[in-house]
T-cell receptor, first 114, second 112 residues
Framework: ETGVTQTPRHLVMGMTNKKSLKCEQHLGHNAMYWYKQSAKKPLELMFVYNFKEQTENNSVPSRFSPECPNSSHLFLHLHTLQPEDSALYLC?????????????FGPGTRLLVL | AQSVTQLDSHVSVSEGTPVLLRCNYSSSYSPSLFWYVQHPNKGLQLLLKYTSAATLVKGINGFEAEFKKSETSFHLTKPSAHMSDAAEYFCVVQPQAQKLVFGQGTRLTINP
């Protein structure tokens, strides 16, 4: 999995903690995405970045704060999370956020909020 | 609005027998459709995608899918299952640029 990497792979945090998820893509892509995969629910798109600019926020609560310093790196800053935020968070990238463009996914960070 | 329904949450087949994973979509126009696979503790991997060039789409690892507009279906098939095919499979529709809509997933189990 050298295309899209995510760290950490597992994270346990309390509701008052602040933590960050990191994603890095080695594919030379310009678009990056955050998805949330909860148990028994379809994957949900959270954010989209194109050339470091946010182009989509899918009504995500403000306790999730994304950051894209360059086209290769994407962060998701977490603070004051709720237990229902426990999920697998997946990062993806594509050449551009265009129709029919294939998205390449990382292995995900499994988050548990206590 | 576009949506996708995977008709089976769990499919179990014996090794060497055919695989059929069913997917129906709703769309007001010709959609872009994908199948992704997710092995345990791994990210999603693209199996194949339909982009209106041909109705029968061949993917990796011997999988293929047929786009049937009259039935609004995009079922995934493989002639002979292998133990390594055990995974979660997602049918995906793309209603617009950058936005993918995922089905609930079908867990495929392969019996020896």
């Amino acid at each position: 999995e050298t295309g899209v990497t995510q760290t950490p792979r597992h994270l346990v945090m309390g509701m008052t903690n602040k933590k960050s998820l990191k994603c890095e893509q080695h594919l030379g892509h310009n678009a990056m995405y955050w998805y949330k995969q909860s148990a028994k629910k379809p994957l949900e798109l959270m954010f989209v970045y194109n050339f470091k600019e946010q182009t989509e926020n899918n009504s995500v609560p403000s306790r999730f704060s994304p950051e894209c310093p360059n086209s290769s790196h994407l962060f998701l800053h977490l603070h004051t999370l709720q237990p229902e935020d426990s999920a697998l968070y997946l990062c993806a990238s594509s050449q551009e956020p265009a129709y029919q463009e294939t998205q390449y996914f990382g292995p995900g960070t499994r988050l548990l909020v206590l | 609005a576009q949506s996708v329904t995977q008709l089976d949450s769990h499919v179990s087949v014996s090794e060497g027998t055919p695989v059929l994973l069913r997917c129906n979509y709703s769309s007001s126009y010709s959609p872009s459709l994908f199948w992704y696979v997710q092995h345990p503790n791994k990210g999603l991997q693209l199996l194949l995608k339909y982009t209106s060039a041909a109705t029968l789409v061949k993917g990796i690892n011997g999988f293929e899918a047929e786009f049937k507009k009259s039935e609004t279906s995009f079922h995934l098939t493989k002639p002979s299952a292998h133990m390594s095919d055990a995974a979660e499979y997602f049918c995906v529709v793309q209603p617009q640029a950058q936005k993918l809509v995922f089905g609930q997933g079908t867990r495929l189990t392969i019996n020896p």
